[in-house]
């Protein structure tokens, strides 16, 4: 248990479904992070939320939309997605951004399929 | 940019080898090195890090070296068991970057 918690670990969704991806952290953390894991490609950072702002985000389509309404909680809200957009989704926290010598604490995923 | 390139999987190897995972990483600035294993079902743990050149991390038996002249942070372990079956990811950090740049990872399985 990493302190990081996904809901829900699975998720299947048609090209014109809306849905959302949930993460909760109990760590005392100051940034929260949405990355993006597919086969055999590198990790990819979608967006970095600190003290409850958004602080980057990498060029990540508008079908992707992210929502921080505290320091503890972290959503990806999700619609008309590609079959492409398939992957595991990781949510992370540090205890601040700008400081990520320290380490990262992930949850376990959401592994979404996009039909 | 910052990137970290890490040898392709997969890796298959029987109890008690040698494990060598090789990463590699170009940055601008000084990059503090880390390696995180993902367990089946499960999200990334950071495994070690290391902050600057020549230390070295260690963490359950594994062990990587921070070389800044060959710009390398290789994992090894001398004698890997079964539950060390994992994907392990190359990671750095970068004071000019406020986040981690990982590399694509590395599936290990052992057999018995």
């Known amino acids: 248990e990493t302190g990081v918690t996904q809901t829900p670990r699975h998720l299947v969704m048609g090209m014109t479904n809306k849905k959302s991806l949930k993460c909760e952290q109990h760590l005392g953390h100051n940034a929260m992070y949405w990355y993006k894991q597919s086969a055999k490609k590198p990790l990819e950072l979608m967006f970095v939320y600190s003290l409850e702002e958004r602080v980057e985000n990498n060029s990540v389509p508008s079908r992707f939309s992210p929502e921080c309404p505290n320091s503890s909680h972290l959503f990806l809200h999700l619609h008309t997605l590609q079959p492409e957009d398939s992957a595991l989704y990781l949510c992370?926290?540090?205890?601040?951004?700008?400081?990520?010598?320290?380490?990262?604490?992930f949850g376990s995923g959401t592994q979404l399929s996009v039909l | 940019g910052d990137s970290v390139t890490q040898m392709e999987g997969p890796v298959t190897l029987s109890e008690e080898a040698f494990l060598t995972i090789n990463c590699t990483y170009t940055a601008t600035g000084y990059p503090s090195l880390f390696w995180y294993v993902q367990y089946p079902g499960e999200g990334l743990q950071l495994l070690l890090k290391a902050t600057k050149a020549d230390d070295k991390g260690s963490n359950k038996g594994f062990e990587a070296t921070y070389r800044k002249e060959t710009t390398s942070f290789h994992l090894e372990k001398g004698s890997v068991q079964v539950s060390d079956s994992a994907v392990y990811f190359c990671?750095?950090?970068?004071?000019?970057?406020?986040?981690?740049?990982f590399g694509a990872g590395t599936r290990l399985t052992v057999k018995p």
């Open positions: 990671a750095l950090s970068d004071r000019g970057n406020n986040d981690m740049r």
């Open positions: 992370a926290s540090s205890q601040d951004w700008g400081r990520v010598r320290e380490k990262l604490f």
